[in-house]
């Protein structure tokens, strides 16, 4: 059996992982990918994301953010379907050029490839990795009839774990992932509007004269699975109905269906080991907190990584951990509490959740305080 040596291995080919090997690259770190998909197999995804503009400078700062087509959300209209209260979120009042930006999952990923390749930093598709072995002073696994050994192995990719290793709610909820084209420019306003199926957002897009939407329509399995059925015309009149009339829809792309539910690791370092992005966590697309997230524990982790001249000790990823403690335990539970709070129709909890509306669109600096946490994380605070 053939033996290779790596600095430090990432498990994942997808944006995670190649954000985290350019990240590590960036502080001095020597690190390889691991894919067991074919280079260049993320390109098909059709998934379209809203990133921050916390993200967005993190991506500036890896050299991927040039190549991305993306469009800004210059405002957030959040609102409860059926009840009072709504606030706007503006940009000019956080005192950024944008809250986030909307872009497609394949765009990211071939702008980020591109870094990687400009780099020159190692990748192995067609590698999965088996038998891994975390013994000091190294973590040893095999691809194929090849014995590798790492300092450090990063899971940025795969399963979340076990039921012993990992907590999992069912929300009940699928989404169905759509474009949808208004008769009216949208001017970069995004809609978060929570109904008591589920939220319903619309992220701003630059196609047919700044009239396309994404849309995320959350409710239960089997109304998910009637609505993908439907025509476009008797989907566009449930989509109205839905919505309400603070737009009017023209003309909706096929609908994909996916389940969401909340899944995530109790802890995110082993021996020799670390867990990032999917691997680490997978949250309600709500608030679109995911990939975020995800940056902000690669950011960290390169950063505490940067002059250790051993990245896989205990000590060091037991650091890093607890100071990522506090942000990413409060994303999750801030996404999970949006989503049970606002998916229901429970009268006392309809007029709670107006007054919180309410309370944000009058209150200047609580409405501050949200729009930078949901930016920055919580070095926001």
């Excluded at 209209?77 to 872009?103: D, F, K, N």
């Excluded at 619309?202 to 059925?229: I, K, M």
């Excluded at 229901?344 to 200047?364: I, T, V």
């Amino acid at each position: 059996m053939n033996s290779e040596e790596n600095g430090i291995a990432v498990v994942g080919g997808g944006p995670a992982g190649m954000a985290l090997a350019l990240a590590l690259h960036r502080h001095g770190q020597q690190a390889g990918i691991f894919d067991a998909r074919a280079r260049g197999a993320g390109l098909a995804d059709q998934r379209i994301l809203a990133l921050s503009h916390g993200s967005r400078q993190t991506l500036e700062w890896l050299g991927a953010w040039e190549a991305i087509e993306s469009t800004p959300i210059r405002t957030i209209h959040i609102s409860q379907r059926g009840g009072l209260g709504r606030t706007l979120i503006r940009a000019e009042e956080i005192g950024v050029p944008a809250l986030g930006y909307v872009l497609s999952a394949a765009s990211l990923i071939a702008a980020l490839d591109q870094a990687v390749a400009r780099a020159n930093i190692p990748y192995h598709e067609h590698s999965r990795i088996e038998d891994v072995r975390a013994d000091n002073p190294q973590v040893s696994f095999r691809v194929g009839a090849t014995l590798h050994q790492s300092a450090l192995l990063a899971y940025a990719e795969g399963a979340i774990g076990t039921q012993a290793e990992a907590n999992h709610r069912d929300y009940g909820q699928h989404a169905l992932i759509f474009t949808a084209t208004a008769t009216t420019p949208h001017g970069g306003r995004a809609w978060e509007r929570f109904t008591p199926d589920g939220p319903l957002a619309l992220l701003p897009l630059a196609g047919n004269d700044g009239r396309d939407l994404a849309v995320v329509y959350t409710c239960d399995p089997e109304q998910a699975t009637q609505l993908a059925a439907l025509d476009e015309d008797t989907f566009l009149a449930r989509l109205q109905a839905h919505f309400g009339s603070r737009l009017s829809f023209a003309a909706a792309s096929p609908r994909h269906v996916f389940p969401l539910g909340l899944r995530y690791r109790k802890t995110i370092v082993g021996p020799r080991q670390v867990w990032l992005g999917n691997a680490a966590q997978t949250l309600h697309p709500v608030a679109g907190q995911g990939f975020n997230l995800a940056l902000r524990d690669i950011r960290d982790l390169a950063r505490s990584l940067g002059d250790a001249d051993d990245p896989g000790k205990s000590g060091q990823l037991a650091a890093y951990a607890a100071r990522r403690r506090m942000d990413r335990g409060s994303t999750i539970g801030f996404t999970d509490s949006l989503v049970r709070l606002f998916s229901n129709d429970h009268f006392l909890l309809q007029h709670l959740r107006g007054a919180g509306l309410l309370a944000l669109d009058l209150l200047p600096p609580l409405r501050h305080f949200v729009a930078r946490r949901m930016i920055w994380g919580a070095r926001a605070w």
